[in-house]
């Protein structure tokens, strides 16, 4: 057995990301409409809404929450999978300079295309 470093906060965390998903979806939800998004998930429109609001203690199943992201689309479906990103990877987004770095080696892997590419860029941004 290998050695592993243990998160106690890791339910915490979870819990917490679940509860912003579920807001999420819920707002993709209304964007979208109750009956579309239960139609897209294959179960009732009150199925649906039993598990939005947590009655009985249901859960939105993470395959519906996957469709309704899916469906709505957009904005919507950004939000939501940045939030499942957020929780299994937290570490901070890059820099604007990490990302015009980025940017820079991926043009120039395109050759001397990429290179003339680059450089029209660098005249209309003055730089």
Do not use: H
């Amino acid at each position: 057995m290998s050695p592993m470093e243990l998160d106690f906060g890791q339910d915490a965390a979870a819990a917490a990301a679940q509860r912003k998903i579920d807001r999420l979806v819920e707002d993709a939800v209304a964007s979208v409409g109750l009956s579309t998004a239960a139609g897209a998930c294959g179960c009732t429109s009150q199925q649906l809404r039993d598990a939005l609001d947590g009655r009985n203690n249901r859960r939105l199943p993470y395959t519906w929450a996957l469709r309704i992201a899916k469906l709505a689309g957009g904005d919507y479906r950004d939000r939501i999978q940045d939030a499942i990103n957020e929780y299994i990877d937290p570490s901070p987004p890059a820099t604007d300079s990490q990302f015009i770095a980025e940017l820079i080696e991926g043009y120039k892997q395109f050759g001397p295309q990429g290179e003339v590419v680059l450089a029209a860029i660098r005249r209309r941004c003055k730089r």
